[in-house]
């Protein structure tokens, strides 16, 4: 399984953005997908996960902002983030637990695999 962020950019405080996670391989509807984001100066966090029956969690700071969903035809899975913060600025990446089709071991980074390379998401005035 492959997997490939995009959807990233330079947006205001209070704009939105919809990033995307594409991936190949035949297994990607049978898996979790989680986002993660990793800031200059910080360690690299959890934001959401999406299971295979479309269960979602989410980061505390996300909540009511960020949406997860996933499209298993497209063999794509989502992040809508709306009402962006500076504090959202970081590269966004999303990853596949290869072994469980639900998020009970998110926001865990060591049972995640097939790592994108990242988007970067910029909110600045």
């Known amino acids: 399984l492959r997997l490939a962020e995009s959807g990233g950019g330079f947006v205001q405080p209070g704009r939105s953005l919809r990033l995307l996670c594409a991936a190949s391989?035949?297994?990607?509807?049978?898996?979790?997908i989680g986002w993660f984001r990793h800031a200059p100066g910080t360690e690299r966090e959890g934001v959401s996960c999406i299971s295979s029956t479309i269960a979602t969690n989410y980061a505390d700071s996300v909540k009511g902002r960020f949406t997860i969903s996933r499209d298993n035809a497209k063999n794509t899975v989502y992040l809508q983030m709306n009402r962006l913060k500076p504090e959202d600025t970081a590269v966004y990446y999303c990853?596949?637990?290869?072994?469980?089709?639900?998020?009970?071991?998110?926001?865990?980074?060591?049972?995640?695999?097939?790592w994108g390379q990242g988007t970067q998401v910029t909110v600045s005035s």
């Open positions: 391989g035949a297994t990607f509807a049978f898996q979790a």
């Open positions: 990853a596949a637990d290869l072994r469980n089709s639900g998020c009970q071991r998110w926001p865990r980074q060591s049972s995640f695999s097939s």
